[in-house]
């Protein structure tokens, strides 16, 4: 059934009218998705209407029947479900973009990476890694590099990858595993080499809900093509 949806949806071609888009967009995006919504807007006169959280409670949102038409998580592991819950549509999804991890600081040397992670400090900030897959890949990175658990004590959980952030950049964390393209252009990040965690590949799923909005088929098309990826990369993620 939600096969024959798609196809319809597809054969329906292009918007009459402009439309409206609700999109559940994961935390470590909403930048580079707020950057995307302009270009689309300016493209084809619809609108996004982003809606930004770890992408753990998105999907909960989502399972709950939140009213969203896209869902751009952080993980390929949720859109996954959200196709077998009967959510999301099956044949949709696709990777958007490859994560990149950073680990950032506003008063320490980072730059050496694993250096500083040896020395005193009393907080580093990460994600929630049931949550966050960016909170899981620095847990990833501290046990690939035999830190778990010597730092497991000094560990402050964000709720999302933005609180993270905050964190650092708030002083509540001296440093903190960030996503790179939240700290593009910044000094002191230290770009985390990709063999030290499992790539995070972060998933696109039509909804249930999208299928009814021509709109959000677009942006999902729009999505895969040449000038959202020039955006996406300059923001700092892969395109794979």
Do not use: C
């Not at 580079?32 to 753990?56: C, I, N, P």
């Not at 399972?63 to 949720?78: H, M, N, Y």
């Not at 080499?193 to 021509?214: F, K, S």
């Amino acid at each position: 059934m939600r096969l024959g949806a798609l196809a319809l949806f597809l054969l329906l071609g292009g918007p009459a009218h402009a439309e409206t888009v609700r999109v559940a967009v994961a935390a470590n995006f909403t930048a580079t998705a707020e950057q995307l919504s302009r270009v689309f807007a300016q493209q084809t006169g619809h609108e996004l209407l982003l809606s930004s959280a770890a992408t753990g409670q998105l999907y909960a949102q989502i399972v709950q029947g939140a009213p969203f038409d896209i869902f751009l998580a952080a993980d390929a592991e949720r859109p996954a479900l959200a196709v077998e819950q009967g959510s999301g549509i099956e044949g949709s999804v696709f990777t958007y973009a490859t994560g990149v991890l950073a680990l950032y600081s506003t008063t320490l040397d980072v730059t050496g990476g694993m250096d500083v992670l040896s020395v005193e400090f009393d907080n580093l900030a990460i994600a929630d890694p049931q949550a966050a897959p960016y909170g899981r890949a620095a847990l990833e990175v501290l046990s690939a590099l035999g830190l778990a658990e010597a730092v497991q004590a000094r560990l402050v959980i964000g709720d999302s990858i933005t609180q993270a952030l905050q964190f650092v950049e708030t002083g509540n964390a001296e440093l903190g595993f960030v996503a790179a393209s939240q700290v593009l252009g910044k000094d002191n990040v230290w770009i985390v080499p990709t063999e030290l965690y499992q790539p995070i590949a972060q998933d696109a799923v039509l909804l249930e809900r999208g299928v009814a909005n021509a709109a959000a088929g677009a942006f999902m098309q729009f999505l895969r093509g040449e000038t959202a990826t020039e955006i996406i990369e300059a923001a700092g993620y892969r395109r794979e």
